[in-house]
C-alpha cells in the first residue's frame, strides 16, 4: 500500500467525518418521526429526564449550547407543554429550575425506543464479532473529537484565530 502524503490524510478524514455527520443526521430523530421536534430538542428532553431540576446554565453547559440558546430551546418546548420552567427553586432566587412534564416523559419514551430500534438495525448490519471493535473505535473517535479542542462552543472562532496568528507570523 502506498503512503498517503498528510494532506491526502487530512482530506481524507475530512471527508469521512463530513460523511459521518451527513449520517448521523439521518439515524436521529427526524421532525417527521418525532412531533416536529428538532434534533437539539429531542437531546435536550434526554438531558432533563437525567437531570430533572437542574437550572437553565448547568443544562447548557451539559448539553454544549450557550445559555441563551438553551432558552431559546426550552421556550420552544414549554410552549409545546413538554417542559416547565420554575423561577427561584434555588438559593439564588433569579435561577430558573426546568422539569419535564408528563407530555415530555411521553414523548422522550418514543423517542428512545425510536433510536433503540435505529441502533439495533445498526448493530444488526455488523457482524457480531465486531460489535466490541466497532463500540471501542465510536468511543475512541468521541474522546478524540472532545480533547481536540476544536467542537465546542465557540471552538471554531477560536480555532481561526489561532490559525491566522500563526499564519501572520
Known amino acids: ?46 438531558v432533563l429526564v437525567a437531570s ?37 427553586t434555588h438559593t439564588d432566587g433569579r435561577a430558573a429550575m426546568v422539569r419535564i412534564t408528563a407530555a415530555g416523559r411521553r414523548t422522550r419514551k418514543l423517542l428512545d425506543q425510536l433510536m433503540r430500534s435505529r441502533t439495533r438495525q445498526i448493530m444488526d448490519s455488523i457482524p457480531p464479532q465486531q460489535h466490541q471493535q466497532v463500540l471501542n473505535a465510536l468511543e475512541l473517535l468521541n474522546n478524540a473529537i472532545e480533547q481536540a479542542g476544536c467542537c465546542a462552543l465557540n471552538a471554531p472562532v477560536a480555532k481561526l484565530t489561532t490559525i491566522k496568528i500563526k499564519e501572520q507570523k
Open 52 to 88: 430533572e431540576g437542574a437550572r437553565l446554565t448547568d443544562l447548557a453547559a451539559l448539553s454544549g449550547i450557550t445559555p441563551s440558546a438553551m432558552t431559546r430551546v426550552l421556550e420552544k418546548l414549554e410552549a409545546r407543554g413538554l417542559v416547565e420552567r420554575v423561577r427561584g
Open 1 to 46: 500500500m502506498k503512503p498517503v502524503k498528510n494532506d491526502d490524510a487530512v482530506q481524507n478524514w475530512w471527508d469521512e467525518l463530513e460523511r459521518l455527520a451527513r449520517i448521523l443526521g439521518q439515524i436521529g430523530p427526524d421532525e417527521v418521526c418525532c412531533d416536529g421536534l428538532s434534533q437539539r430538542q429531542t437531546a435536550i428532553l434526554r
